[in-house]
């Protein structure tokens, strides 16, 4: 259903992109996709962004499997974590390294920052990713 019904719709979407030179195909979900991911990577989206997924659902070494090395992949950092301590943010954030490291990963929390994180837990996490990434 997803493939005839979602999918195929963005066809007339894809033509657009490339007549316009789009260089970015974000493909955006919700939850737990990974019945959908083998259709969708036979699309022409070049980034996938993760949103929202339950902790353990979907790891991201297994998403890498599934979607490949040339797909770009945004989130990775559960937006739960941004309510617990410092050291649980620098820890989520310690995690997604490695991927960093290995190319086409875009760490950012994997949901909308709700109204309940504390302001103070919002600043370290964008600081810790400053210390983390701005050199990469």
């Known amino acids: 259903m997803y493939w005839a019904f979602a999918l195929q719709s963005y066809k007339p979407i894809f033509n657009i992109l490339h007549a316009y030179h789009v260089p970015a195909i974000i493909w955006r979900s919700y939850a737990n996709p990974t019945n959908l991911l083998s259709e969708v990577v036979q699309y022409p989206f070049n980034a996938v962004w993760l949103c929202e997924t339950p902790p353990g659902a979907l790891s991201l070494a297994?998403?890498?499997?599934?979607?490949?090395?040339?797909?770009?992949?945004?989130?990775?950092?559960?937006?739960?974590?941004l309510r617990q301590t410092p050291q649980a943010i620098q820890q989520a954030i310690t995690e997604v390294q490695p991927l960093v490291a290995q190319g086409r990963f875009i760490p950012l929390a994997d949901g909308r920052v709700r109204a309940d994180v504390p302001y103070e837990n919002y600043l370290f996490y964008r600081h810790e990713l400053e210390k983390a990434f701005l050199s990469c």
């Open 62 to 81: 297994r998403l890498r499997a599934l979607v490949g090395p040339d797909i770009t992949l945004i989130g990775g950092i559960d937006s739960d974590v």
